[in-house]
DNA sequence: AGCACGCCGACT
DNA sequence: GTCGGCGTGCTC
């Protein structure tokens, strides 16, 4: 027998092994240990290649055949369904299957065989056997040791180990294999115990649902009775309680006897929507992210793959659980960037999802206060269903938000401010009052850039070319580039002339924070950014700190406008509303609104209206005017028409071609090569 | 990605 | 005269 093998190398594709009879035959999907070049390394059987000659000699020209190792499961490791998603993304975006595989699976099981079960090989007489060795006149061919092993076989199924401790060599079994009086079958050593499939109910409801919660709900479940795929757009505005709907639907695919697959944009969300479901389905509930360790992930591999777990909720390489009988698919926050991999394989989450829904036949819902232009333009061409939640849960208001020109500010108090005084005065009144604050800055550092006063050169990156942002720190001042991560010190001199005078322009949330720490005395305020979490777990202790009210503001990046919510923020500022406008991404607008209408959100969930202040330079601009709104409708339909207009998505298909080379020349002709 | 083969500097 | 630098290229 021959078979297609996906290798995790990049570029190569699957190669074709030879498997010894002695081995039985494996599974599509199953691990198989193979040599490649000098190495022995893991990889997945993705075909069975029929055994007629000419078919296969094809596919490999040259290369002399080698042969299989070692079979690392008995049964499919990688559901069939998983299969075919891993390798519509290896053909859609261009990476070896091998490669989506690698993505795909538990840490611990591409790397070495770290495997909870172990596999044993089992050797059963045939039909053809038995009858050889029940009329003996047809024995003459066998060998006297094949003789004997057929004897043993004949009294029960034996290890491939058991018979070889018997003196049956695996040469001897090989032999009855290709004879056909033997076969082998290959079996888990520590059998799943058998768990029936019981599926808990949501506990009591803790409030009930608005008619409009309850049409939408009504709506998608009659989409999940019987297995079909369809995708549905839920558009709900923040606080329009999607997650109670996501449960509720769960529940009632769960009853169906099918399961529910849930991604959130961030490891960090994971723990918030684990929660949520766990109350309600109990340990039933797994949960998939790159932030377990390697042991978790496995372990909840296996789970997840034995059948034991109903819910699956985790990042995007979730949608790669080997769950099986999908019902629902459910994309939360389906507009955010995160779903999209960066690396190889360049895959993107949603779209995955939906392509599993469609190998699933479930229903794949994608949410969003602020849906992707793409998603909305199938909703509203009716390639998507679209349902809407239009009021907020117990029709708590949306914040008030106010926008302040920054242009007039600056005239008035000088160039250096950095809060305007609306924001000062709400900071000072929301902590005098015990209230809680947001301030939202999405740069980090103190400074964005230094500039030389005598010949004003700007110091740049030397390996990336982009302008070092100021640092503060214990030991000084340092400048560090975003990009690679290259740091230095702050020189005393440019470079460039020897001037001394250096200064510092631009400012990010270490000076946010400065500010506020001078302006609020004694206040408790804390800074979120990828510098003050980078150690594990201290992004979760921060945000955990201040939703026990032991903060009164938090400053950071646009990880506090995600996710998390915190009743008793009144108050939420956006220092540069246009941070991000400027970059040259057709999207830059798209990502400007959904940023500014999530943090907009974040003011006033418990029983206190919310104020947002949005400090911008730029405050007629149509992403800054709309999202103060919450007016999506007119977003979508302003933005659409510049897209229509430019020629960008969702009306054409963008290809990102990435040239990288040695030097700018060698990169300038490929690029010229490949342009031709 | 690994790992080998392969052609030019600092050591016994 | 060898050990070893990592530059190119292949892996069923």
């Given at each position: 027998?021959?078979?297609?093998v996906a290798?995790?190398v990049?570029?190569?594709?699957a190669?074709?092994y030879?498997?010894?009879?002695v ?7 199953a691990?198989?240990?193979?040599p ?5 390394i893991t990889?997945?059987v993705c075909a ?6 000419d078919?296969?000699d ?18 499919p490791?990688i ?6 998603v891993?390798?519509?993304?290896s053909?859609y975006?261009l ?12 840490p611990a099981?591409?790397?070495?065989r ?11 007489i ?7 060795v ?6 003459p061919?066998l060998?006297a ?9 004949a009294v029960?199924d034996?290890?491939v180990a ?5 003196g049956?060599s695996g ?6 294999v ?11 050593v520590?059998r799943?115990p058998?768990?029936d499939?019981?599926?808990a109910?949501?506990t ?6 608005t008619?409009e919660?309850?049409?939408?709900l ?13 995708v549905a757009?839920?558009?709900g505005?923040?606080g329009s309680g999607?997650s ?5 639907l769960?529940?009632?695919?769960l009853?169906?006897?099918?399961r529910v697959?849930v991604l ?14 766990r ?5 039933r509930?797994a949960v ?9 992930r ?7 793959r034995d059948g ?12 790669f659980?080997?769950?099986t009988?999908l019902g629902?698919i ?7 960037a ?10 993107h989450?949603?779209?995955l999802?939906?392509v ?8 794949v819902?994608?949410?969003s206060?602020?849906p992707?232009?793409?998603s909305?333009?199938?909703?509203t061409?009716?390639k ?6 239009q ?15 920054m ?9 250096d401010?950095v809060?305007s ?7 000072l009144a ?5 209230e ?8 980090r550092?103190l ?9 004003t050169?700007t ?15 214990r030991?000084?001042r340092?400048?560090?580039c ?38 609020l ?9 990828r510098?003050t979490?980078a150690?594990?777990?201290?992004l ?11 903060l009164?503001?938090l400053?950071g990046?646009?990880?506090?406008a995600?996710?998390?919510d915190?009743p ?5 500022g956006?220092v540069s509303a246009?941070?991000?406008l400027?970059v ?5 607008a ?12 974040r003011?006033?969930?418990g029983?206190q ?8 330079l730029?405050?007629?601009?149509y992403s800054?005017?709309f999202a103060?709104?919450?007016?999506y409708?007119a977003?979508?339909h302003?933005e659409l ?36």
């Open positions: 027998v021959r078979v297609r290798v995790p990049p570029r190569l594709d190669l074709t030879d498997v010894p009879p081995l039985g035959v494996p599974a599509l999907g691990r198989v240990r193979v490649l070049g000098g190495r022995t990889g997945v069975h290649e029929a055994d007629n000659g078919a296969s094809a596919v490999v020209a040259g290369a002399a055949i080698k042969a299989i190792r070692e079979i690392l499961d008995p049964e490791f559901p069939a369904e998983v299969m075919r891993a390798e519509w993304a053909t975006y990476s070896g299957l091998g490669e989506v595989l690698a993505a795909a699976l538990p099981a591409r790397s070495a770290v495997d909870a079960h172990k596999t044993v090989r089992l050797v059963e045939t039909e053809e056997g038995r009858s050889y029940e009329r003996s006149a047809e024995r061919r060998s040791a094949q003789l004997r092993g057929l004897g043993l076989l029960s034996l290890s058991h018979l070889a401790q018997q049956i040469a001897v079994v090989t032999r009855l290709s004879k056909g009086l033997a076969s082998i079958r290959l079996q888990r520590e799943s058998f768990r499939r019981v599926f109910g949501v009591t409801s803790p409030r009930a649902l008619t919660q309850s049409s939408v009504e709506a998608m479940a009659a989409w999940t009775t019987t297995p079909a795929f369809r757009l839920l558009h505005v923040t999607k109670e709907l996501y449960l509720r769960a529940d009632r695919v009853a169906e006897q099918r697959l959130v944009p961030e490891i960090g969300l994971t723990s918030a929507m684990a929660e949520l479901f109350v309600a389905f109990g340990d509930v998939q992210h790159s932030g377990l360790s390697a042991g978790e496995h372990d909840q591999w296996h789970r997840i034991s777990v109903d819910v699956v909720i985790g990042t995007r390489s979730a949608v659980a080997p769950l009988d629902l459910v994309v939360d926050e389906e507009h955010d995160s779903y999209k991999q960066d690396e190889s394989p360049r895959y989450g949603r779209d999802a939906i599993r829904g469609q190998c699933a036949g479930a229903l819902v994608l949410g206060a602020t992707s232009l793409e909305y333009r199938h909703a061409t009716g998507y269903a679209l349902l809407t939640l009021r907020r849960v117990l029709d708590r208001p949306l914040a008030q938000v106010e926008i302040v020109d242009r007039a500010e600056y005239a008035r108090e000088g160039p401010v809060l005084q609306a924001l000062r005065n709400g900071l929301r902590v005098a009052s015990g809680q604050a947001m301030v939202l800055l999405n740069r550092g400074a964005t850039t230094v500039v030389c006063r005598q010949c050169a110091i740049e990156c030397p390996r990336c070319s982009v302008s070092l942002v100021v640092h503060g720190g030991s000084g340092r400048l560090r975003h990009y690679c991560d290259w740091s230095v010190p702050v020189p005393g001199a440019c470079a460039a002339c020897g001037g001394v005078y250096l200064e510092l322009t631009g400012f990010g949330t270490e000076r946010v924070e400065e500010e506020i720490r001078a302006l005395p004694g206040a408790r305020v804390a800074r979120v950014d510098d979490v150690r594990k777990g201290a979760d202790d921060r945000l955990r700190a201040f939703a026990r009210r032991e009164d503001v400053v990046t646009q990880m506090i995600k996710g998390h915190f008793a923020v009144t108050l939420v956006v246009d941070v991000g400027g040259a991404d057709f999207r830059a798209e990502r400007t609104f959904q940023l500014l209408t999530q943090v907009a959100g003011a006033g969930r029983d209206r919310g104020t947002a202040i949005v400090q911008t730029y405050p007629h601009h800054i005017e103060c709104q919450q007016n409708g977003f979508v302003r028409s510049f897209r229509r207009d430019m020629g960008y998505p969702p009306f054409v298909a963008l290809v990102n071609i990435v040239i990288r080379a040695k030097s700018e020349g060698l990169a300038l002709a490929h690029a010229a090569d490949l342009g031709a």
